[in-house]
Nanobody
Framework: VQLQASGGGSVQPGGSLRLSCAAS????????IGWFRQAPGKEREGVSY????????DYADSVKGRFTISRDNAKNTVYLQMNSLKSEDTAVYYC?????????????????WGQGTEVTVSS
């Protein structure tokens, strides 16, 4: 099982980025996928998740209205579109798979994690 997160970078406040989480070694369309982030000196927090079918999504209050999660099961990939980025969105972003559940913003329920992709929002 491998999850490859990509798409991070440096942007100015108000900018946009799209993160991708490509799965290999398993069929991700059967499982919920979550995005998490960890800023320097802070605990990891759940950002968003999407159910296996894509019919259910949820977001942290801090990103609602700005971030959109989606999935392309044909490509075994989940995306996180991040708009109106703020300096407080600066963090390393991780994707993870919840093999046994419907998805949650709580990271302790996730089984496999990808390596992170760094997002820096700064003027």
């Amino acid at each position: 099982v491998q999850l490859q997160a990509s798409g991070g970078g440096s942007v100015q406040p108000g900018g946009s980025l799209r993160l991708s989480c490509a799965a290999s070694g398993f069929t991700s369309r059967y499982h919920a996928i979550g995005w998490f982030r960890q800023a320097p000196g802070k605990e990891r927090e759940g950002v968003s998740y999407i159910s296996s079918s894509g019919s259910t999504t949820d977001y942290a209050d801090s990103v609602k209205g700005r971030f959109t999660i989606s999935r392309d099961n044909a490509k075994n990939t989940v995306y996180l579109q991040m708009n109106s980025l703020k300096s407080e969105d600066t963090a390393v972003y991780y994707c993870a798979v919840d093999k046994g559940g419907l998805g949650t913003l709580e990271g302790r329920w996730y089984d496999y994690w990808g390596q992170g992709t760094e997002v820096t929002v700064s003027s």
